[in-house]
Structures are given as C-alpha cells and as structure tokens.
C-alpha cells in the first residue's frame, strides 16, 4: 500500500489560507491522491482528488507535485467550521478494486 | 440526495453481549464499506463489498465479527461477543463503484460502548 505522512497537527488563523501537506514517495502512476476530512462526532467528508494536475472546488484547491510525491491541500479562506481532522488518502488498486485507507490525519485548528 | 444512513445512532452493551449495527447506503451505489473508528485514530477499513460480494474482509476479526449485504443494498455487522476493546465508532460508506475516481460518501456512524 501507498503510504501516507502527515503532520499530526497544524493551527491556522481565522480568514487566512491553511496548507496542509502530505507525502506520498511510494505512490504509483494510477494511484489518486484523495482528501478527506472529519468533524467532531461526524463521518468523513470527501473534500477533493486528483491524479497528476491541480485540482479546484467550491471547497478546497489540491495541489500535486510533478514527481506525484508529495500534495498540498489549501483552504483559501478558512472558517471555525473548518476545524477538523484531515485525512490524505492513496487509492490503492488491489485485486482489481480499491481500497480506501486512512492513516492518523492532520488535526487543523483555526483561531479565531 | 439521501445520505448513507445508519443505526442505531449509539449502543451500550456489557462485554460478551452481542450487537448489530445497520446501513443504508446511498441508492444505487455498489460498493460499501465497513469501518471501526478507536477514539483518536483514523478509520479501519473492516470489510468492503462490492453489490453482495465480499472483495475486503482481510481486517475483520472473523471469530467475532459478521457482516453480510443482503441483495447487495442494505448491510448489517455484528459482533458477538464483544470485548473491551470493540468500543468505536463505526462507520458505513458507500461509493457509486470501486473506481479509482470514485468517492466514498460516510454515515454518521453508530458509537459502541462496551462495558
């Protein structure tokens, strides 16, 4: 499996961009990169995902090194709402079907 | 659109009891899956069907745990008997297909306490 890291925590201000990164060296070339997040006492939340090229939303911008290696989730503008824990996940192929596998996450804090 | 639902919401058992939790996935997704969530840990994917297929199950402690898809919509899991350590929350997903481009939509999760 395609292993993920991730900073265990990170604080950003209320209104600014947060950045939360992730390492992904072992990733293959048909692996997507995907961002999840958790709210307290909620269920995951898909964010967004990417392959190769930057990718935007109504939610968040992905951006993906050319070497695939490493991503960069970046919320433009982040709210209170947006304190939760962030999960980079690696679609890993196996058996012809996927599987989705979390790893610890990033704990954002954004102060008021 | 409905979410993925699932109940109940929360459960208080003593250990060696059993339980069962439900889900309803998202009208017309395929795969579904299982995850036990220990408080401070990110989700463990348990079991992962695709309609009423088993693909995963390699994460499952099989002496304990049972799940099944019934007619490849809704799914129940199981656990009997339980232990301290079963005390999680666990969360049922859904995706359209098991496709590398496909996201897997969450439930709320039902949170077990065993005591």
């Known amino acids: 499996d395609a292993k993920t890291t991730q900073p265990p925590s990170m604080d950003c201000a209320e209104g600014r961009a947060a950045n939360l990164p992730c390492n992904h060296s072992t990733i293959s070339g048909n692996e997507y990169v995907y961002w999840y997040r958790q709210i307290h006492s909620q269920g995951p939340q898909y964010i967004i995902h990417g392959l190769k090229n930057n990718e935007t939303n109504e939610m968040a911008s992905l951006i993906i090194t050319e070497d695939r290696k490493s991503s960069t989730l970046i919320l433009p503008h982040a709210t209170l709402r947006d304190t939760a824990v962030y999960y980079c996940i690696v679609r890993v192929a196996s058996g012809g079907y996927q599987k989705v596998t979390f790893g610890t996450g990033t704990k954002l804090q954004v102060i008021p | 659109e409905a979410g993925v639902a699932q109940s109940p919401r929360y459960k208080i058992i003593e250990k060696r009891q059993s339980v069962a939790f439900w889900c309803n996935p998202i009208?017309?997704?395929?795969?579904l899956y299982w995850y036990q969530q220990i408080l401070g840990q990110g989700p463990k994917l348990l079991i992962q069907?695709?309609?009423?297929?088993?693909?995963?199950d390699s994460q499952l402690p099989k002496d304990r745990f049972s799940a099944e898809r019934l007619k490849g919509v809704d799914s129940t899991l199981k656990i009997q008997p339980a232990k301290l350590e079963d005390s999680a929350v666990y969360l049922c997903?859904?995706?359209?297909?098991?496709?590398?481009?496909?996201?897997?939509?969450f439930g709320q999760g039902t949170r077990l306490t065993v005591v």
């Open positions: 997903a859904s995706s359209l297909r098991t496709g590398e481009d496909t996201e897997a939509f």
């Open positions: 009208s017309g997704h395929a795969t």
């Open positions: 069907f695709q309609n009423n297929g088993v693909v995963d």
